[in-house]
Structure formats: structure tokens, C-alpha cells
């Protein structure tokens, strides 16, 4: 670890410290988030420093009448938490250098027009639509969501994580390209990610053109940008779902993610 990485380190570790969400309030909010529960205690005292740090550097703004609780801002401080998580590493990389390219969540109370039109790119897939959405991530902007859509609720069958379904595009954006691939850590094979997410994206497309109920969501099949956000939906909260269907992505997203729900549901 070079001398800079160590001093960087160091002030991180002071910022999270000072962070800190009170513990009364953590216990609580997280004891309303099945998806925390597959963390031991260890992991958890990890995530709450994590997303204590979130609230710091992060806004989270309330429009059109949502209002904001203490509680509401750490679940959706705790939910890019958990996103995250597995980032830190002994290497040159922090967690929170991930969440670089926005700066702010916007916070609908239920779903929200985009104002956009419908929109193909010249390869014919669905670039841009007109309607009502749970969520959006623009390029150059931060994330929005609606509450109704994203607070924390049983785990399904059919994975619905609209945070981390939009903080998984502002990870694919970090290299310039909104395409399913992310930049990658350096002990992962590009081949081996471009085969599988090509491979299960190809099928999906195929069980929908022959009238196939898909396993996953089959809004999935949109673009391979959608595709890679869907599936980090499903890594999260649908593990073995996703596994069972495409077992190959859901090995890259482990890599990726740094984390392996499975083995802790």
C-alpha cells in the first residue's frame, strides 16, 4: 500500500468515525431491512459507518411533499451501503471512490412522470421512454427515486431494489459507457464477464420472443445496460433466483460485488 493510500485511508477512517449514526436509532431502522439480516454483527458495524458516511457527502432531497424522517435517510444511506460494501479492499481502492460520478438522491413520495419521449439508438435497443417511473439515473446528474418503490419490504421472489437498481447504472457510467460493464478490479476477466452477461442477455431475449415466462424480469431484456442493473437487483435480493437462471452472472457479479448473498441467506 503506497504512503498516499495510507493517508488517505486514515482520514476516511477519522471522517467514518465522526459519522457515526447513533447507535439506538441503527438498531431499529435496520431491525425494518430484511435485507440486512443475512450481515453478522461485524459486517453490520461496517455497513453503519458506511452509510454514516453516505449521509455525510451525500444529499438526499425530498420533493413534492416527501417527507424526510431520520429513520428514511438512514435506510436509503444503509441501502447504497450495502451496494458497496464488499468494495473496500486492501489495495489502492475505498468504497466510497465508487459512488464518485453523483452527489445527491432525489426522493419522490410514489412515481413520477420523466418527461422524456421514446428513443432508439441506431442498434435498435430502447435508449430512452416516455412515462412513469420508480426510478432514474441521468449521466451527468444523481439518482431518483420514489419511496413507495424503494423503502425496504419482505424479500421477494422477483427482486425490486429500485436504489440499487439505479446506483448499479452510475457504476456502469464510471468508464464513460452505459453498456453492462462496469469497470471491472483487476483480478477479473473481461472475457469471462462479456461471455456471461452476452450469454444470459442472448437467452433472455429468446425465452421473451418465444412467449416464455422469464425468471427474471424480463424488463431485463431492454438493453444490456438494464440487464446488468436487473441482475444486481436480483444478486442482492434474489440470489438463488438468479443463480438458479443464469449461474455464470451471478459468479461475475460475486466477483464484482465482493460478496456472495447466498452463502449468507
Not at 62 to 79: F, K, S, Y
Not at 97 to 103: P, Q, S, V, Y
Not at 128 to 134: F, L, P, T
Not at 242 to 256: N, T
Request: hydrophobic share 40%; proline share 5%.
Amino acid at each position: 500500500m503506497s504512503l498516499m493510500t495510507k493517508i488517505k485511508r486514515y482520514a476516511l477512517l477519522r471522517h467514518l468515525r465522526k459519522s457515526k449514526i447513533p447507535l439506538g436509532l441503527w438498531h431499529k431502522t435496520i431491525a425494518k431491512m430484511p435485507l440486512m439480516q443475512r450481515y453478522n454483527s461485524s459486517e453490520r458495524m461496517q455497513i453503519r459507518l458506511l452509510a454514516g458516511e453516505i449521509l455525510r457527502c451525500k444529499a438526499i432531497v425530498p420533493v413534492q411533499g416527501m417527507r424526510l424522517t431520520d429513520e428514511i435517510r438512514i435506510m436509503i444511506a444503509t441501502q447504497a451501503a450495502i451496494l458497496i460494501f464488499g468494495f473496500e479492499s486492501s489495495d489502492d481502492t475505498f468504497s466510497l471512490d465508487w459512488l464518485r460520478n453523483w452527489n445527491q438522491i432525489i426522493v419522490y413520495p410514489t412515481a413520477f412522470r420523466n418527461g422524456r419521449e421514446n428513443l432508439l439508438s441506431t442498434d435498435g435497443f430502447l435508449v430512452s421512454w416516455a412515462g412513469v417511473e420508480s426510478g432514474e439515473t441521468q449521466y451527468q446528474g444523481g439518482i431518483i427515486i420514489d419511496w413507495q418503490d424503494s423503502q425496504p419490504h419482505p424479500l421477494h421472489a422477483h427482486a425490486n431494489q429500485v436504489l440499487m437498481h439505479e446506483m448499479a447504472h452510475k457504476l456502469d457510467m464510471l468508464d464513460g459507457y452505459t453498456n453492462g460493464h462496469p469497470p471491472l478490479h483487476a483480478n477479473m476477466n473481461e472475457k469471462a464477464w462479456f461471455e456471461a452477461f452476452e450469454e444470459a442477455f442472448e437467452d433472455l431475449n429468446q425465452q421473451i420472443d418465444r412467449g416464455k415466462v422469464t425468471i427474471i424480469n424480463p424488463y431485463a431484456a431492454s438493453n444490456p445496460a438494464e440487464f446488468f442493473a436487473v441482475a444486481t437487483e436480483y444478486f442482492f435480493e434474489a440470489p438463488k433466483r438468479l443463480h438458479r437462471a443464469y449461474p455464470k452472472v451471478y459468479q461475475q457479479l460475486l466477483l464484482f460485488y465482493r460478496q456472495n448473498p447466498i452463502s449468507n441467506s
